[in-house]
């Protein structure tokens, strides 16, 4: 059997992405602990900081029977220049499944095309795909909705930087055909392959996507997605961003505009008084840690999946 990779959103059906949340939901219901990896093990390959990804993936494995192994690039032969090719094909005759989070998109590329274990993206510069999962579980359950013709309905807008987690919001929209607004100032749009890739699926799926620079598009907003304004990896651009970025913060200003049953989300790690007022942090901290504590739901499912 050949493996699978989850390196992109793209990597998953809408058929799959519903597996994937009705696992993540029935498991978050059951909070039984399953002993099925018994004996396997997870390598959690790390080139820059995570709480969130590392430890709910770390805990999962666990809950699942099986054994993360934390790998710190650092301490690996990697950071004295190993090949991506050899630590690869290295680590797949000890792993079962590895979750890598890099700084280049292609790197994890490339582990997954010369790995003969699963490779899952735990973060890159390009997607998050673990994450986002979460979060569409975390829409769903916030808004009480049992399924995505539903969700369909939700109006969900994402502001602040085109990076990461808004590609991978994209995605996720157009493969299940959602209702998603980016807005992101002019100086930082979302790179037009991204959008033209979005745009290849909306004829089919029917997802409504609306991109632009204007925040009055909050309008009506059923969910408001923040992130940071400097991702890692593009810290020498925080000055600028912090300038360019000052009117698309999420504060309560800026939710007037959205509706009333409206709810904030934010991947986290949030920096308050930047991409979110601190009086908007604290009001909406019960959806902002309930979407933080689906990652270890939304991570058993995935493991589920990938590491059958
Ligand atoms: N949201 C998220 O991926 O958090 P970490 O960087 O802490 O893993
Ligand atoms: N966009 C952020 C997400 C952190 C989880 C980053 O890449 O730093």
């Not at 396997?40 to 990804?53: N, W």
């Not at 190993?82 to 792993?95: G, N, R």
């Not at 979005?198 to 029917?206: H, I």
Request: charged share 25%; proline share 2%; net charge neutral.
């Amino acid at each position: 059997m050949t493996k699978k990779d989850l390196l992109s959103i793209y990597d998953l059906s809408a058929t799959e992405v519903k597996t994937i949340l009705n696992k993540a939901f029935e498991l978050k219901s059951k909070k039984r602990r399953l002993d099925i990896f018994k004996g396997r093990t997870l390598g959690l390959l790390l080139e820059k900081p995570s709480t969130r990804t590392m430890v709910s993936f770390a805990v999962a494995m666990v809950q699942l029977g099986g054994t993360p192994i934390l790998l710190d690039v650092e301490k690996m032969q990697r950071s004295r220049g190993e090949s991506i090719h050899d630590t690869s094909l290295v680590l797949s005759h000890y792993l079962d499944g590895l979750m890598v989070r890099a700084f280049k998109h292609t790197d994890v590329e490339e582990f997954a095309n010369y790995s003969t274990i699963p490779v899952i993206n735990g973060l890159t510069d390009h997607e998050h795909p673990c994450q986002i999962l979460a979060d569409i579980m975390t829409i769903m359950e916030l808004h009480k909705v049992k399924n995505i013709e539903v969700l369909k309905k939700i109006k969900i807008v994402y502001i602040g930087d085109s990076n990461n987690i808004s590609n991978s919001l994209l995605a996720i929209s157009a493969v299940l055909g959602l209702d998603l607004t980016i807005i992101s100032p002019k100086e930082y749009p979302i790179k037009k392959e991204v959008l033209d890739k979005a745009l290849e699926y909306t004829s089919s799926t029917g997802a409504e996507i609306k991109i632009t620079s204007d925040i009055n598009a909050a309008k009506n907003a059923d969910v408001i997605y923040t992130d940071v304004w400097t991702s890692m990896g593009f810290e020498a651009e925080e000055k600028k961003r912090k300038k360019l970025f000052a009117s698309y913060q999420v504060n309560s200003e800026l939710l007037k505009k959205a509706s009333s049953k409206c709810v904030v989300l934010h991947c986290l790690p949030a920096i308050r008084g930047e991409e979110i007022a601190t009086d908007v942090m604290d009001k909406y901290e019960t959806s902002i840690f309930t979407e933080a504590g689906n990652r270890l739901h939304a991570q058993k499912a995935i493991l589920l999946h990938f590491l059958k």
